[in-house]
């Protein structure tokens, strides 16, 4: 691993006119440079702040881990608080497909941007959401052009499966954790996300927690942070 950031090639205009994200950071616990990095994406109406506290949890499973979690490229109408990856209106896959779609670019140049800075690799890479956010991170993470260590999705989904023969580039080891009490997003949202992701080759283990709802219970956070060091810390 180089000692410092490699040269990153000139942004596209295209690229150049997306939305800039930023939110939370944390250092790695060790106080040395970072031998891995945990993009944590947070749900609708949500931020960063929300999710950046996981980082605190995993700390010892990944002393060397630096984390950052992006506040969402857009504010959100019903959180004035609050920012989304895409406004939900109708919750069709329609929509969450053209919203993921949408998004994505955005997410995907920041990835690119924070490995850089930190001279990372996809292979150092840990993406981790949360509801819009799992969707996000799947969306994105299954179709970097080099593979992320793993993706861990909590009360999420998967959007656009039937895309996948076409589109997915990497096949990083998932996870998925859900409660049965969702009233959100149904557990069967993330039941069904195994199933198609299995069928389209993928390797993915998950959990359902009983009596949880739209959250991340200790059960989960300890499952999750598991999840990443076994496939982060070589």
Not at 62 to 76: H, K, Y
Not at 137 to 165: D, F, K
Request: aromatic share 6%; with cysteine.
């Amino acid at each position: 691993m180089p000692d410092t950031p490699p040269d990153s090639p000139p942004e596209s205009p295209q690229a150049a006119d997306l939305p800039q994200l930023d939110g939370p950071r944390m250092d790695p616990a060790s106080g040395q440079p970072a031998k891995q990095l945990v993009i944590l994406s947070h749900g609708y109406g949500s931020d960063g702040a929300d999710l950046i506290g996981l980082a605190q949890h995993w700390a010892g499973l990944l002393p060397d881990a630096a984390f950052v979690s992006p506040n969402g490229p857009q504010r959100c109408p019903s959180s004035p608080t609050g920012y989304q990856w895409w406004d939900i209106g109708s919750f069709s896959q329609e929509e969450r497909l053209a919203g993921v779609r949408s998004a994505a670019p955005i997410l995907d140049k920041f990835i690119d941007q924070e490995l850089s800075s930190l001279g990372l690799g996809d292979e150092d890479l840990a993406l981790v959401g949360f509801s819009q956010g799992t969707m996000m991170s799947l969306h994105v993470g299954l179709r970097r052009s080099q593979t992320p260590a793993c993706i861990l999705g909590y009360s999420g989904a998967l959007v656009g499966a039937e895309l996948l023969a076409t589109e997915a580039t990497a096949k990083p080891p998932i996870m998925m954790i859900h409660g049965d009490s969702d009233q959100m997003l149904p557990a069967t949202a993330m039941q069904q996300a195994v199933q198609e992701l299995g069928q389209a080759g993928f390797s993915v283990d998950w959990h359902i927690s009983p009596g949880l709802g739209h959250g991340v219970d200790p059960t989960g956070l300890h499952l999750g942070g598991e999840f990443i060091a076994k496939h982060m810390i070589k």
